[in-house]
């Protein structure tokens, strides 16, 4: 099995929930995005194209990022998928500087430190960070999945890296990564790239999809169809 995506740029919108829907499932802190997006212009005004690029982690069948891990933390399953032992993270960052694709971020910082701050916002008129966190019985922040927390650590430890894991807990019990569900156009499918049948595979074949920065020679396993709103005048 080697599990993909293909994105289908004509389908996709450009509403940012597949970013969202992530967020909210995987407990990722201030400033950290495993579903990000890259938004370009390009042309002469009132010949201009907007481009809305979504990217991920590319689950490289060469992963740059675990070629260059010294403790293995970064690793290959068998579904395919490029994953990370948390607890192994020695937060060297020579993955992130490897990674062709930007697609690994470092916790320079204790993630989600903000709701251990005990002092309200408005004295007398708010609870504190703290308080709320507490009361809502969560580890780390008050909109904490639970779900993820038992499959990947709440409180990410500073000095390590994390990136998009294509929600292999969401996969393991028969769901789409939350960021498929999410999306308001089905502009995202997720399979088995191994699988000449699959809707990634009809795909791939029909549209000749194509990922980004071949020449890096990872053999990204996500795949970009068609054209995200093609050249309109303004």
Not at 82 to 89: Q, S, Y
Not at 149 to 171: A, F, I, M, N, S
Not at 195 to 211: E, I, T, Y
Request: hydrophobic share 30%; glycine share 8%.
């Amino acid at each position: 099995m080697k599990l993909g995506m293909v994105i289908d740029l004509q389908k996709c919108i450009g509403c940012g929930g597949c970013d969202l829907a992530c967020k909210t499932e995987n407990n990722t802190a201030a400033g950290i995005h495993w579903s990000h997006h890259k938004i370009s212009t390009e042309g002469t005004f009132p010949k201009v194209t907007y481009r809305y690029l979504p990217t991920l982690c590319n689950h490289c069948e060469k992963p740059a990022c675990a070629e260059v891990c010294p403790k293995q933390a970064l690793y290959k399953a068998d579904n395919g998928l490029t994953l990370h032992k948390v607890e192994d993270c020695i937060g060297c960052q020579r993955c992130v500087r490897a990674c062709p694709y930007g697609a690994i971020q470092a916790n320079r910082t204790v993630p989600h430190r903000e709701w251990k701050d005990d002092a309200a916002i408005v004295e007398g008129g708010t609870a504190s960070p703290y308080t709320m966190l507490k009361r809502s019985g969560a580890k780390a922040s008050p909109h904490e999945n639970p779900e993820r927390g038992d499959t990947y650590l709440v409180t990410r430890p500073r000095r390590t890296v994390e990136k998009c894991t294509l929600c292999d807990h969401r996969q393991a019990v028969g769901l789409n990564p939350a960021c498929v569900d999410a999306c308001p156009s089905g502009a995202r499918v997720v399979g088995d790239l191994d699988d000449p049948n699959s809707s990634v595979s009809q795909l791939v074949k029909a549209h000749k999809g194509a990922p980004l920065k071949p020449e890096a020679g990872t053999k990204p396993q996500v795949f970009y169809i068609r054209s995200f709103n093609v050249q309109q005048g303004l």
